[in-house]
């Protein structure tokens, strides 16, 4: 089993910043993907961003590229969410999770965290 917990959430104003932080433990495997999908009322889940183990690419959704970076710390087994010039409509909950495929589909990531609110303000 893989244990992902989200923090980092908030409140902030339109144009300000967040970080969001996923911290994994449990089983590892040799080579995985990490994304960092979020939901806002009434609306599906969908992948902002995704970042492959080993190989450290990224991608991102349209909406957010510019503006948000992934990242990680291999020897803190934590995946960074960067999120720069935020606008009201980013406000979502946000959730980490782990999968084996780079995909944008939910329901190719086998692991999740339990989610944690963005809220951005005008």
């Known amino acids: 089993q893989v244990q992902l917990v989200e923090s980092g959430g908030g409140l902030v104003q339109a144009g300000g910043s967040l970080r969001l932080s996923c911290a994994a433990s449990?089983?590892?495997?040799?080579?995985?993907?990490m994304g960092w999908f979020r939901q806002a009322p009434g609306k599906e889940r969908e992948l902002s961003a995704v970042?492959?183990?080993?190989?450290?690419?990224?991608d991102y959704a349209d909406s957010v590229k510019g503006r948000f970076t992934i990242s990680r710390d291999n020897a803190k087994n934590t995946v960074y969410l960067q999120m720069n010039s935020l606008k009201p409509e980013d406000t979502a909950v946000y959730y980490c999770?782990?999968?084996?495929?780079?995909?944008?589909?939910?329901?190719?990531?086998?692991?999740w965290g339990q989610g944690t609110q963005v809220t951005v303000s005008s």
């Open positions: 999770a782990r999968g084996y495929l780079q995909s944008s589909r939910a329901s190719d990531y086998s692991y």
């Open positions: 449990g089983r590892t495997f040799s080579s995985y993907v």
């Open positions: 970042i492959n183990w080993p190989s450290g690419n990224t």
